[in-house]
C-alpha cells in the first residue's frame, strides 16, 4: 500500500521550539524569581530572626544572681548575711550513669551519704536548674584537688555561689525565717508576681518568716553576662556585662539584745513572748521557745535533722508567738473591766461580796481562793485576781457586750504583723458559735458558756501577739497599731531609707478616766498584787496581770500543779508594759505548761523589763516563784 510522504514544516517547527523555550526560559524565570523571595524573606524579613539565632550558637546569655539583702536589727547587729564559697555542681543532662560519677568524685572529694541523699531529693525538685550541688562549702585543698581530676568529669564543674548565713544562730529564728531551694510552690509565686525574668539562675527563695514576706525586696535585680562561647558550649570570652543589683537592706524594729535576754529568761521552757513599742506598734522582740537553726535549711536540711525538728514532741518549728492560741486565763480580766466601764455595766466603787463561788443553773463556778475574797470592788478584782467578780460581770454584761468590745481591741483577729501564716485565734460570740458546729443543738449558746469567758477560759483563745496589741493598746489609752518587724527597707546602693511605720490603725473612743482606773489597777498587781513577788525590789514602776490556763478540764477537782504531768500543767501567762506613766514597752508572756502565772511567765517578764529600763543583764534563765498563785 503506498504512504504518502510527511513532510515537516520548518516554520511551523521554529515557532514550535521558540514557544517551549519560551515556558523553560519563563520557568526558569519564575523559578529564580521564586529563589529571590526567599533570599529576600531570609535575608532581609527574617534577617533579625535568623542573627538571633545565629547569636544564640555562638553567644550564652549567663544571668548573674544578685547579692541578697541584708537583715540587721534596730542598733545594726547583722542578723542575715551572705558570703561566697565553692561549690561541686553536677549538671544531670550531661553525665550519662550519675551513680558512677558520683562514686568516682567520692575518690577526689569527700561526699558523704547525706550529700547524696540532699542530691537525689534536689534532683527530683529542681528539674529545671543547669547544675546541682553535690557539695558546698568546698575548702581550696578541694578545689584544686578537683581541678587537676576535672578532665575525667564532662558535665561537673566547681562554680562560686553565694550563700545565706544567719550569723547569730538561732536567735530570733521564728522572726527570720530562712531561704531554701525553689520548689514548685515558689515558681507559682514567682510568676503570679511576674518576676521569671528576674529569678533566671536563683536557686532560693524565702521559705518563712521575714525572708519569705520580703523576698522581692531582699532579691535584688538579676545581672546578665553575653559570653562567647565555642561548639562545645564552653566560655571563650565575656562580650557584654550588665552587673546585677543587690537587695534591698531590712533595719528591723527588733532589739537583738533584748531578744537574747528573753531566750535566755525562758531557759529550757517551752513558750512565747510578744514585745511592742504602743507608742508606734514595732516589735522588740518576738521569741518563740523553742527555735531552730535557720542554717540547717540553706543549703537544703538533711533528712536526719528534719526528722528531728519535726517528730520533738517540742515542736520548734511552731511560731507559738503568731500560730499558738491559748485561753488567755486571768490576763483577759482588765479588758473585761474596761469594757464593763465603757459600756456602764460597773463603776469603779460598785463592790460584790465573794464567798468563793457563783452558782449559776445549778453549776457552782469555784474562785482560785478558798473562802472567796470578801467585798470586792474593781480595783481588788484586778489586783487579787478575783474570779467571782468576773463570773458575775460576764452574766451581766452577756456575751454579745463581751465579744463586741474585745474585737474592737483585736482579739480574736490577726494583727496583720509582716510574717506570713498568722493565726486568727477564737473570739467566741452567738454567731461564731453558729458558724462552728453544724447541729443545731450545738449552734445554740447557752447562758452559762458566757460564765466562764468572763475568765479567759471557755471557747477563747487568743495569740500571744493579740494579747501583747491589746496590752499595748491599754497603754496607749486606746491607739492600735499594726505590730511590725521592719522599721526601714534600705537601698543600698542609694542609701535611701524607706520607713514601715504605720498610722494607727484606729483609735478607741475610750475614756481616759476609765483607761486611767484600769492602769493604776495593773500598777497595783504588780505593787501588792499577784505579780508583787516577782518584781519585789523593782527600781520603776509597772503595770500587769497574772493569768493562768487551763490545759485540760478538771472536773471540779482541786488542781495541784506537782502532781499533774508537765504536759498536763496549766498555762502561764503576765501582761505588762512599763514604766507605768510613759510606757515604752507592752508585752505578753505564755510559758507552757508552767503553772501559775505569777509563778512562771511573770519572772520572765521582770527580767525583760529589767534590761529594758535599766540595762541588767540576766546571769541565768528566770527562775520560778515557788507557792506562787493567782492569789495572796
Known amino acids: 500500500m503506498f504512504t504518502p510522504a510527511e513532510f515537516k514544516n520548518p516554520e511551523q517547527e521554529l515557532d514550535r521550539f521558540q514557544r517551549r523555550l519560551a515556558v523553560a526560559g519563563g520557568l526558569v524565570l519564575f523559578a529564580f524569581f521564586l529563589l529571590f523571595v526567599r533570599f529576600f524573606w531570609l535575608q532581609v524579613v527574617q534577617h533579625e530572626h535568623y542573627q538571633t539565632r545565629a547569636e544564640d550558637n555562638r553567644i550564652s546569655l549567663v544571668p548573674i544572681v544578685p547579692n541578697r539583702g541584708v537583715i540587721v536589727d534596730r542598733n545594726g547587729m547583722v542578723l542575715a548575711r551572705n558570703y561566697s564559697a565553692y561549690t561541686l555542681e553536677i549538671t544531670p543532662g550531661k553525665v550519662a550513669d550519675l551513680e558512677a560519677v558520683i562514686t568516682e ?167 512565747a ?56 486565763g486571768s490576763t483577759f480580766k482588765p479588758f473585761m473591766a474596761l469594757a464593763a466601764l465603757e459600756i456602764g455595766k460597773r463603776t469603779p466603787q460598785q463592790t460584790i461580796s465573794d464567798p468563793g463561788f457563783f452558782n449559776f443553773g445549778g453549776h457552782t463556778f469555784r474562785d482560785d ?17 478575783c474570779d467571782t467578780y468576773y463570773y458575775v460581770l460576764a452574766n451581766d454584761m452577756g456575751i454579745d457586750a463581751i465579744s463586741n468590745f474585745m474585737r474592737q481591741l483585736g482579739l480574736g483577729s490577726r494583727t496583720g504583723v509582716d510574717i506570713e501564716g498568722e493565726s486568727e485565734g477564737v473570739l467566741p460570740s452567738q454567731e461564731w458559735k453558729k458558724k462552728r458546729f453544724r447541729k443545731p443543738e450545738q449552734q445554740k449558746w447557752y447562758a452559762g458558756e458566757t460564765i466562764s469567758i468572763g475568765i479567759g477560759q471557755g471557747y477563747n483563745a487568743y495569740t500571744p501577739i493579740q494579747l501583747a496589741q491589746a496590752t499595748a493598746a491599754v497603754a496607749s489609752g486606746g491607739v492600735i497599731y499594726r505590730p511590725h518587724l521592719v522599721k526601714h527597707i534600705e537601698n543600698i546602693n542609694t542609701g535611701e531609707r524607706t520607713p514601715i511605720e504605720p498610722q494607727p490603725l484606729r483609735t478607741l473612743p475610750l475614756k481616759p478616766a476609765n483607761v486611767e482606773i484600769i492602769r493604776q489597777a495593773m500598777v497595783g498587781v504588780n505593787k501588792e498584787g499577784t505579780g508583787a513577788r516577782a518584781f519585789a525590789g523593782a527600781e520603776y514602776v509597772s503595770a500587769g496581770k497574772t493569768g493562768t490556763a487551763q490545759v485540760y478540764s478538771l ?78
Open 273 to 328: 513572748l510578744v514585745a511592742i513599742d504602743p507608742s508606734n506598734g514595732g516589735i522588740l522582740a518576738l521569741v518563740s521557745m523553742p527555735g531552730y537553726d535557720p542554717n540547717l535549711f540553706v543549703d537544703g536540711i538533711n533528712s536526719q535533722d528534719w526528722e528531728i525538728l519535726n517528730t520533738s514532741e517540742d515542736k520548734p518549728m511552731v511560731n507559738r508567738a503568731l500560730n499558738g492560741a491559748y485561753p488567755p
Open 369 to 385: 481562793k478558798k473562802g472567796g475574797h470578801g467585798i470586792v470592788d474593781m480595783y481588788k478584782s484586778i489586783v487579787h485576781s
Open 105 to 271: 568524685l567520692a575518690g577526689v572529694i569527700d561526699i558523704q551519704p547525706k550529700d547524696r541523699k540532699r542530691f537525689r531529693k534536689l534532683l527530683e525538685e529542681s528539674k529545671n536548674f543547669e547544675s546541682l550541688p553535690i557539695r558546698t562549702r568546698l575548702t581550696d585543698e578541694e578545689v584544686a584537688r578537683f581541678i587537676v581530676q576535672r578532665f575525667r568529669f564532662p558535665g561537673v564543674d566547681i562554680k562560686a555561689r553565694l550563700f545565706r548565713q544567719y550569723p547569730q544562730g538561732d536567735l530570733a529564728s521564728h522572726a527570720l525565717g530562712y531561704i531554701g531551694r525553689v520548689n514548685d510552690r515558689d515558681l507559682g509565686t514567682i510568676e503570679r508576681n511576674n518576676a521569671e525574668d528576674n529569678y533566671r539562675g536563683t536557686e532560693h527563695f524565702g521559705k518563712t518568716g521575714l525572708e519569705q514576706k520580703y523576698e522581692f525586696e531582699l532579691h535584688g535585680q538579676t545581672g546578665f553576662e553575653q559570653v562567647e562561647v565555642d561548639s562545645g558550649g564552653r566560655a571563650v570570652r565575656v562580650l557584654e556585662r550588665t552587673a546585677p543589683v543587690s537587695g534591698n537592706n531590712l533595719v528591723l524594729t527588733l532589739d537583738a539584745r533584748l531578744q537574747q535576754v528573753v531566750e535566755k529568761a525562758f531557759g529550757k521552757r517551752r513558750g
Open 555 to 632: 472536773k471540779g477537782a482541786i488542781y495541784e500543779h506537782g502532781k499533774v504531768s508537765e504536759r498536763l500543767r496549766d498555762h502561764a501567762l503576765f501582761i505588762a508594759y512599763a514604766p507605768a506613766e510613759q510606757p515604752t514597752i507592752a508585752l505578753a508572756v505564755l510559758v507552757e505548761n508552767g503553772g501559775f502565772g505569777a509563778q512562771s511567765a511573770a519572772p520572765i517578764a521582770r527580767q525583760v523589763l529589767d534590761y529594758w529600763l535599766l540595762g541588767k543583764l540576766p546571769k541565768e534563765a528566770a527562775p520560778e516563784i515557788e507557792e506562787a498563785g493567782e492569789d495572796d
